[in-house]
């Protein structure tokens, strides 16, 4: 079985305290384009809540 991989690797380095953090989201074939933004907007919604205000 071929090795999955994330179609998109989002990197951000928390400025607040120099961590990097990383999220990897598998793509399903089945998933749109507003299910992927949803996904980010989470992800972005969970640093917020862990490191403060992003802006």
């Known amino acids: 079985m071929a090795e999955?991989?994330?179609i998109v690797i989002?990197?951000?380095n928390i400025l607040s305290n120099?961590?990097?953090c990383t999220?990897?989201?598998d793509?399903?074939?089945r998933m749109t384009d507003a299910d992927m933004l949803t996904i980010?907007?989470?992800a972005l919604?969970?640093?917020k809540s862990k490191y403060g205000?992003?802006?």
């Open 40 to 42: 980010l907007e989470s």
């Open 10 to 12: 989002l990197r951000l």
């Open 27 to 29: 793509r399903n074939p």
């Open 45 to 47: 919604n969970t640093i």
């Open 53 to 55: 205000k992003t802006n």
């Open 18 to 20: 120099g961590k990097d």
């Open 4 to 6: 999955r991989k994330p």
């Open 23 to 25: 999220f990897e989201l």
